[in-house]
Protein backbone atom coordinates (compact mmCIF):
# COMPACT_ATOMS: atom_id res chain seq x y z
CA UNK A 1 0.00 0.00 0.00
CA UNK A 2 2.73 2.46 0.37
CA UNK A 3 4.01 3.07 -2.49
CA UNK A 4 0.88 2.92 -4.25
CA UNK A 5 -0.09 6.13 -1.80
CA UNK A 6 3.75 7.63 -2.04
CA UNK A 7 3.02 8.07 -5.81
CA UNK A 8 -0.55 9.34 -5.28
CA UNK A 9 0.44 11.64 -2.78
CA UNK A 10 3.63 12.75 -5.44
CA UNK A 11 1.70 13.61 -8.28
CA UNK A 12 -1.63 15.21 -5.90
CA UNK A 13 0.29 18.74 -5.80
CA UNK A 14 -0.34 20.65 -9.32
CA UNK A 15 2.74 21.85 -9.64
CA UNK A 16 4.37 18.54 -9.46
CA UNK A 17 1.54 17.22 -12.27
CA UNK A 18 2.68 19.33 -14.31
CA UNK A 19 6.39 19.00 -14.17
CA UNK A 20 5.57 15.22 -14.29
CA UNK A 21 3.91 16.39 -17.80
CA UNK A 22 6.74 18.73 -18.81
CA UNK A 23 8.85 15.78 -18.67
CA UNK A 24 7.09 13.48 -20.85
CA UNK A 25 9.09 14.88 -23.71
CA UNK A 26 12.26 15.65 -22.49
CA UNK A 27 14.75 15.70 -19.38
CA UNK A 28 14.73 19.40 -17.93
CA UNK A 29 17.84 20.83 -15.45
CA UNK A 30 15.87 21.79 -12.35
CA UNK A 31 16.42 26.18 -13.70
CA UNK A 32 14.29 25.06 -17.01
CA UNK A 33 11.43 23.49 -14.41
CA UNK A 34 12.09 26.89 -12.22
CA UNK A 35 11.56 29.22 -15.11
CA UNK A 36 8.89 27.55 -16.61
CA UNK A 37 6.79 27.47 -13.63
CA UNK A 38 8.14 30.62 -11.50
CA UNK A 39 9.03 29.32 -8.70
CA UNK A 40 12.03 29.53 -6.22
CA UNK A 41 15.15 26.67 -6.71
CA UNK A 42 14.70 25.51 -3.63
CA UNK A 43 10.82 24.84 -4.24
CA UNK A 44 11.14 23.20 -7.22
CA UNK A 45 14.07 21.02 -5.67
CA UNK A 46 11.74 20.09 -3.07
CA UNK A 47 9.14 18.99 -5.00
CA UNK A 48 11.77 17.05 -7.63
CA UNK A 49 12.78 15.08 -3.89
CA UNK A 50 9.05 14.41 -3.80
CA UNK A 51 9.10 13.24 -7.12
CA UNK A 52 12.07 11.19 -7.13
CA UNK A 53 10.83 9.66 -3.53
CA UNK A 54 7.48 8.37 -4.88
CA UNK A 55 9.83 7.09 -8.20
CA UNK A 56 8.41 9.15 -10.64
CA UNK A 57 11.46 10.91 -11.85
CA UNK A 58 15.02 9.59 -12.37
CA UNK A 59 17.85 12.10 -11.84
CA UNK A 60 21.52 12.65 -13.66
CA UNK A 61 24.31 15.14 -12.69
CA UNK A 62 25.65 16.46 -15.59
CA UNK A 63 28.49 18.71 -14.25
CA UNK A 64 27.07 21.43 -11.60
CA UNK A 65 23.53 20.37 -13.19
CA UNK A 66 20.71 18.25 -11.95
CA UNK A 67 18.57 16.80 -15.06
CA UNK A 68 15.25 15.22 -14.58
CA UNK A 69 13.40 12.75 -16.87
CA UNK A 70 10.44 10.63 -16.12
CA UNK A 71 11.02 7.55 -14.71
CA UNK A 72 9.61 5.33 -17.50
CA UNK A 73 11.56 2.21 -16.84
CA UNK A 74 10.32 1.86 -13.28
CA UNK A 75 9.79 -1.57 -12.01
CA UNK A 76 6.63 0.11 -9.54
CA UNK A 77 3.79 -0.65 -11.53
CA UNK A 78 2.06 2.43 -9.69
CA UNK A 79 4.41 4.68 -11.02
CA UNK A 80 4.41 3.06 -15.09
CA UNK A 81 0.77 3.35 -15.06
CA UNK A 82 0.70 6.82 -13.82
CA UNK A 83 3.34 7.68 -16.26
CA UNK A 84 1.01 5.90 -19.29
CA UNK A 85 -1.98 7.25 -18.03
CA UNK A 86 -1.11 10.70 -17.40
CA UNK A 87 0.51 10.91 -21.36
CA UNK A 88 -3.35 11.54 -22.22
CA UNK A 89 -4.50 13.61 -18.79
CA UNK A 90 -4.42 17.75 -18.90
CA UNK A 91 -3.44 18.06 -22.33
CA UNK A 92 -6.48 20.49 -22.32
CA UNK A 93 -4.93 22.63 -19.69
CA UNK A 94 -4.15 26.31 -20.89
CA UNK A 95 -1.29 26.89 -18.49
CA UNK A 96 0.27 23.80 -18.86
CA UNK A 97 -0.15 24.57 -22.70
CA UNK A 98 1.84 27.39 -22.09
CA UNK A 99 4.38 26.17 -20.06
CA UNK A 100 5.56 23.64 -22.79
CA UNK A 101 5.44 26.41 -24.90
CA UNK A 102 8.31 28.38 -23.30
CA UNK A 103 10.36 25.22 -22.63
CA UNK A 104 12.87 26.38 -25.42
CA UNK A 105 13.25 29.56 -24.18
CA UNK A 106 13.38 28.21 -21.04
CA UNK A 107 16.33 25.87 -22.20
CA UNK A 108 18.37 28.49 -23.39
CA UNK A 109 19.38 29.08 -19.84
CA UNK A 110 21.25 25.93 -19.53
CA UNK A 111 22.73 26.07 -22.97
CA UNK A 112 24.21 29.70 -22.38
CA UNK A 113 25.48 28.62 -19.13
CA UNK A 114 27.13 25.56 -20.59
CA UNK A 115 29.07 28.05 -22.81
CA UNK A 116 30.22 29.99 -20.36
Given amino acids: ?23 EDRSLCVCEIQKVLGLAQPTVSSHMK ?16 MIYSQAVDSESPY ?25 PEAACLRAATLKN
Avoid: C, H, Y
Fill in 1 to 23: MKPFVRVMKALSDPNRARVIKLL
Fill in 50 to 65: ILEDAGLVNKERQGTW
Fill in 79 to 103: VRAMLNDLRGWLNEDEPLRAMIQGL
